[in-house]
């Protein structure tokens, strides 16, 4: 969604644009969230978008003893869904290649 940034806050999932601050995780992913991540870590979180779909990633380490992100929370802003998904990788990025 061009003119939109995604972001985690202290307080959860957010997204804003020209219309203003959009609190996507509110009663849905936040709570849940919280309980999942290394709290310890929780600075440590990436955020990525895809460049083809209309999906955020946000990877996290789910316990102490994670030495890679093992967890990731996806957000598809046109559905306006969330899904959880299990995976591991020392870091994320995103790219895009010309046909």
Known sequence: MAGTVFFL??????SYSG???????????????LGQIDANRIQAVNCVADPYRTRIYWFYHSSAGATNFDRVLMYDWALDRWA???????FWGSAA???
């Open 97 to 99: 290649t010309p046909s």
């Open 9 to 14: 806050s202290e307080d959860g999932f957010y």
């Open 19 to 33: 219309e203003g601050l959009n609190p996507i995780g509110s009663n849905r992913v936040n709570d849940w969230f």
């Open 84 to 90: 959880p998904l299990n995976v591991t990788a020392q």
